[in-house]
């Protein structure tokens, strides 16, 4: 969590409520949004082998015997000393950007059988958020070094040095961070893993003085934020840095054993950070914070011109266990543990289709989808298989508390476009595991699935919203995967069942923020009720089958005069973002919530409508759907050095100010952003058009293209739903999976 504020102005921001409204490919895949670029980790990899040969063989053997029982007495006997850090509890505290330059954690094929229950993220030159023991829990906020003189000079990594992100291995997600000071004095490279047989995480590190004859001194700064409250304790235990707070303890050690260690409290004269950046040295030391607060602990790394040694961040439910884990992964080696980490994700692939030729030939295209495959992989949690969180991050989080919801939590619709992407690439125990989680752990009683919910099942407070689409998700996944058995309609039935009785209005469309006639839950619900008519089917149940059909059929019928507009400030007629009672002609204000901006319904403009062609209720050559999506180009088409991009909708507001701070709703004229899954779907939609079909059914947000969807050239009728599809047999992609 923030300890302190890095910004020029030094001043507190506001913190903005929460947000969503992407998929995981928008929401997950920040950490590779910028692959091509300079500096990118994906547009550098052979960089990645002169990184591995920096690391030296120190890091590859196990500690001698001499070391084992020096560190194994240090760490679990010595008592921790008793000065303790006076003041506390420190300032509040804030997680980091949710900009991500990596992500990671050991890969099991079966995740209810890993060891390894860590996620680790990065950011500019620095470890950012670690979960732990779920995808759901983050809790740390960063470990990063500083280098001092010990006289007049300090350089903080993530402010201080150039910054290479390199991906070390195109199949594993394994991440070396190298961070140069800007005046050139020292260059630091840094290797990610986590443990696959502990929680423990892993960072290979190599220190180079690059100039001056003055020697430099190495700190770790690591800001614990254990329990998400603000309240954790912290000693030195022999030369582990040790914390607890919140029923998760961490332990930091090193193979190179620290010589300097100190607790403090965030933003007080205890504080390392403080001490380093103010006087250049530690000016006080305590080996103990006692009273619960914002905990900053340091420690100094003794190096010389030329050092590599190891950090292993380990947690566990007690201080005990979050040391053996620290201190076993050390024992092991890194190169040990790397081959085992690598080893993990190389096994993965082995099991998955072939990549599609469109990027098997072009190696960034294929890095590309192979990264984009693992990062949507790594989201699953542990402990809960098949609940998927959207991200391992928190938007904006620089400037959030603590305890503010992030997107580290489950979203049905993320959840489904995860478990269908996997499922075409060939991970379909993935997919079946992220069903079985929907119908077993976040369906409701009466057949609503919630807004989102922690990986446990639990709902979010102040994010209890519905959302029809997420009603219609789970139908839809599992026709889609044949799995028709009774245990598996009778679930079915219950959603199936709320959608005839409560829909087509939904409370919340796709973007969370309107309720009402929107074109893109229309087209979903249609689709589950489809979906489910089948299984109703196969299951025996005649009447139910009939029921949805002839709903599907009625709502088919009249979407586009319940969502298409002929009037307003836009001559061309073309579908509606949203509106409120199914009267698209009619002057209504929709009040946007992110802007602060109240516009007339059929002057706001959203490329969801293509939901309709891609889920194959509209053909992909109807001539509204055409018209639509020229209207849509004109209004929110930004053509970018990468290639054209779209935003969500007319004068989105969920982005930075114009001043490029954080995301506020409580400040009017904040700028939304262009979502390259809007690329991913017209993406899909190019390759509907050259196929000259109907719609090729990739499920939603353009990440994947499972099966195709056949209906009458004029909508759907009784003989030919979006929902009764034939298996296409084609891969996933060919266009879908890269836009």
Same mark, same amino acid.
């Not at 082998?49 to 010595?78: E, F, K, N, R, Y």
């Not at 893993?193 to 502990?198: A, K, L, S, Y």
């Not at 009037?567 to 946007?592: C, F, K, M, V, W």
């Given at each position: 969590?923030?300890?302190?504020?890095?910004?020029?102005?030094?001043?507190?921001?506001?913190?903005?409520?929460?947000?969503? @409204?992407?998929?995981?490919?928008?929401?997950?895949?920040?950490?590779?949004?910028?692959?091509?670029? /300079?500096?990118?980790?994906?547009?550098?990899?052979?960089?990645?082998?002169?990184?591995?040969?920096?690391?030296?063989?120190?890091?590859?053997? $196990?500690?001698?015997?001499?070391? !084992?029982?020096?560190?194994?007495?240090?760490?679990?006997?010595?008592?921790?000393?008793?000065?303790?850090?006076?003041?506390? $509890?420190?300032?509040?505290?804030?997680?980091?950007?949710?900009?991500?330059?990596?992500?990671?954690?050991?890969?099991?094929?079966?995740?209810?059988?890993?060891?390894?229950?860590?996620?680790?993220?990065?950011?500019?030159?620095?470890?950012?958020? =670690?979960? &732990?023991?779920?995808?759901?829990?983050?809790?740390?906020?960063?470990?990063?070094?500083?280098?001092?003189?010990?006289?007049?000079?300090?350089?903080?990594?993530?402010?201080?040095?150039?910054?290479?992100?390199?991906?070390?291995?195109?199949?594993?997600?394994? &991440?070396?961070?190298?961070?140069?000071?800007?005046?050139?004095?020292?260059?630091?490279?840094?290797?990610?893993?986590?443990?696959?047989?502990?929680?423990?995480?892993?960072?290979?590190?190599?220190?180079?003085?690059?100039?001056?004859?003055?020697?430099?001194?190495? &700190?770790?700064?690591?800001?614990?934020?254990? #329990?998400?409250?603000?309240?954790?304790? /912290?000693?030195?235990?022999?030369?582990?840095?040790?914390?607890?707070?919140? #029923?998760?303890?961490?332990?930091?050690?090193?193979?190179?054993?620290?010589?300097?260690?100190?607790?403090?409290?965030?933003?007080?004269?205890?504080?390392?950070?403080?001490?380093?950046?103010?006087?250049?040295?530690?000016?006080?030391?305590?080996?103990?914070?006692?009273?619960?607060?914002?905990?900053?602990?340091?420690?100094?790394?003794?190096?010389?011109?030329?050092?590599?040694?190891?950090?292993?961040?380990?947690?566990?439910?007690?201080?005990? *266990?979050?040391?053996?884990?620290?201190?076993?992964?050390?024992? %092991?080696?890194?190169?040990?543990?790397?081959?085992?980490?690598?080893?993990?994700?190389?096994?993965?692939?082995?099991?998955?289709?072939?990549?599609?030729?469109?990027?098997?030939?072009?190696?960034?295209?294929?890095?590309? &989808?192979? +990264?984009?495959?693992?990062?949507?992989?790594?989201?699953?949690?542990?402990?809960?298989?098949?609940?998927?969180? /959207?991200?391992?991050?928190?938007?904006?989080? *620089?400037?959030?508390?603590?305890?503010?919801?992030?997107?580290?939590?489950?979203?049905?619709?993320?959840?489904?476009?995860?478990?269908?992407?996997?499922?075409?690439?060939?991970?379909?125990?993935?997919?079946?595991?992220?069903?079985?989680?929907?119908?077993?752990?976040?369906?409701?009683?009466? #057949?609503?699935?919630?807004?989102?919910?922690? +990986?446990?099942?639990?709902?979010? %407070?102040?994010?209890?919203?519905?959302?029809?689409?997420?009603?219609?998700?789970?139908?839809?996944?599992?026709?889609?995967?044949?799995?028709?058995?009774?245990?598996?309609?009778?679930?079915?039935?219950?959603?199936?069942?709320?959608?005839?009785?409560?829909?087509?209005?939904?409370?919340?469309?796709?973007?969370?923020?309107?309720?009402?006639?929107?074109?893109?839950?229309?087209?979903?619900?249609?689709?589950?009720?489809?979906?489910?008519?089948?299984?109703?089917?196969?299951?025996?149940?005649?009447?139910?089958?009939?029921?949805?059909?002839?709903?599907?059929?009625?709502?088919?019928?009249?979407?586009?005069?319940?969502?298409?507009?002929?009037?307003?400030?836009?001559?061309?007629?073309?579908?509606?973002?949203?509106?409120?009672?199914?009267?698209?002609? *009619?002057?209504?204000?929709?009040?946007?919530?992110?802007?602060?901006?109240?516009?007339?319904?059929?002057?706001?403009?959203?490329?969801?409508?293509?939901?309709?062609?891609?889920?194959?209720?509209?053909?992909?050559?109807?001539? =509204?759907?055409? /018209?639509? =999506?020229?209207?849509?180009?004109?209004?929110?088409?930004?053509?970018? $050095?990468?290639?054209?991009?779209?935003?969500?909708?007319?004068?989105?507001?969920?982005?930075?100010?114009?001043?490029?701070?954080?995301?506020?709703?409580?400040?009017?004229?904040? !700028?939304?952003?262009?979502?390259?899954?809007?690329?991913? *779907?017209?993406?899909?939609?190019?390759?509907?058009?050259?196929?000259?079909?109907?719609?090729?059914?990739?499920?939603?947000?353009?990440?994947?293209?499972?099966?195709? +969807?056949?209906?009458?050239?004029?909508?759907?009728?009784?003989?030919?739903?979006?929902?009764?599809?034939?298996?296409? @047999?084609?891969?996933?992609?060919?266009?879908?999976?890269?836009?």
């Amino acid at each position: 969590m923030q300890r302190r504020n890095l910004s020029p102005s030094g001043a507190r921001r506001k913190l903005p409520r929460a947000g969503h @409204g992407s998929t995981p490919l928008d929401r997950a895949g920040r950490a590779h949004a910028r692959v091509g670029q /300079a500096g990118h980790p994906l547009g550098r990899l052979g960089r990645a082998t002169l990184v591995a040969a920096a690391l030296t063989a120190v890091l590859a053997a $196990p500690l001698c015997a001499g070391q !084992i029982a020096s560190a194994t007495a240090s760490t679990l006997t010595d008592a921790p000393a008793t000065l303790a850090a006076p003041g506390g $509890p420190g300032i509040t505290s804030t997680w980091t950007s949710g900009d991500k330059l990596g992500l990671g954690t050991s890969f099991a094929a079966d995740p209810s059988t890993s060891k390894s229950h860590v996620w680790y993220t990065l950011g500019p030159g620095k470890m950012t958020e =670690v979960f &732990y023991p779920t995808a759901d829990s983050p809790q740390t906020r960063d470990l990063q070094y500083v280098v001092t003189d010990n006289s007049g000079y300090t350089s903080v990594e993530e402010t201080d040095t150039t910054q290479q992100v390199v991906l070390s291995d195109s199949q594993a997600l394994e &991440y070396t961070q190298i961070d140069t000071a800007k005046n050139g004095s020292y260059r630091i490279t840094k290797k990610y893993v986590t443990d696959p047989d502990r929680s423990t995480m892993l960072i290979a590190t190599h220190f180079e003085q690059l100039t001056g004859t003055t020697p430099l001194h190495l &700190y770790a700064l690591y800001n614990p934020s254990l #329990g998400n409250a603000d309240a954790d304790i /912290a000693s030195t235990v022999g030369h582990t840095l040790v914390a607890s707070g919140g #029923g998760v303890a961490s332990a930091l050690t090193s193979s190179l054993q620290f010589t300097t260690t100190t607790s403090g409290y965030s933003g007080d004269a205890t504080d390392g950070f403080s001490q380093l950046t103010t006087s250049h040295k530690l000016t006080g030391v305590y080996d103990s914070a006692t009273t619960p607060g914002n905990i900053v602990q340091t420690a100094e790394v003794p190096v010389g011109r030329d050092t590599t040694f190891m950090l292993s961040l380990g947690f566990g439910a007690s201080t005990a *266990e979050a040391q053996l884990n620290s201190n076993a992964s050390i024992l %092991a080696g890194f190169t040990d543990r790397e081959t085992a980490y690598v080893g993990g994700w190389h096994s993965w692939f082995t099991t998955l289709k072939a990549a599609p030729a469109s990027v098997a030939g072009t190696p960034k295209l294929l890095t590309q &989808y192979d +990264v984009a495959l693992m990062t949507l992989r790594a989201h699953e949690d542990k402990t809960h298989p098949g609940a998927f969180v /959207a991200s391992l991050s928190t938007p904006w989080g *620089e400037v959030r508390t603590g305890n503010a919801p992030g997107y580290h939590a489950v979203w049905a619709r993320d959840l489904y476009n995860t478990a269908t992407a996997l499922n075409a690439a060939g991970d379909t125990p993935a997919a079946v595991r992220a069903l079985n989680y929907i119908l077993g752990t976040q369906e409701r009683s009466d #057949g609503s699935i919630p807004h989102n919910s922690t +990986v446990n099942g639990a709902g979010i %407070a102040g994010l209890d919203g519905l959302q029809y689409d997420e009603i219609a998700d789970p139908a839809i996944l599992a026709d889609q995967l044949g799995i028709t058995d009774a245990a598996t309609w009778a679930k079915v039935e219950l959603s199936a069942d709320y959608l005839v009785a409560h829909g087509v209005s939904t409370p919340q469309e796709r973007w969370e923020e309107q309720g009402g006639y929107s074109p893109a839950t229309i087209a979903a619900e249609i689709a589950g009720l489809v979906s489910a008519a089948d299984i109703a089917t196969k299951n025996g149940d005649t009447a139910r089958a009939t029921s949805y059909l002839a709903t599907a059929d009625n709502w088919q019928a009249s979407v586009e005069s319940w969502t298409v507009t002929h009037t307003g400030d836009i001559s061309t007629a073309h579908y509606e973002r949203i509106n409120h009672n199914g009267t698209p002609d *009619e002057n209504q204000i929709l009040t946007d919530s992110n802007g602060w901006l109240k516009l007339d319904a059929r002057d706001e403009i959203d490329p969801s409508f293509l939901e309709l062609t891609r889920l194959g209720v509209k053909p992909a050559n109807d001539a =509204v759907i055409g /018209a639509s =999506v020229g209207v849509v180009d004109s209004v929110l088409k930004s053509d970018t $050095p990468a290639g054209p991009m779209w935003h969500r909708y007319s004068e989105d507001g969920y982005g930075e100010k114009a001043d490029g701070t954080p995301f506020n709703n409580s400040d009017p004229g904040t !700028i939304g952003r262009a979502w390259p899954v809007l690329t991913g *779907e017209r993406g899909v939609r190019a390759r509907e058009r050259q196929r000259g079909e109907r719609a090729d059914r990739p499920g939603r947000d353009g990440c994947e293209c499972e099966r195709r +969807v056949h209906d009458s050239g004029a909508g759907v009728g009784h003989h030919e739903h979006p929902g009764l599809h034939r298996r296409s @047999g084609h891969e996933l992609g060919r266009a879908a999976r890269l836009g």
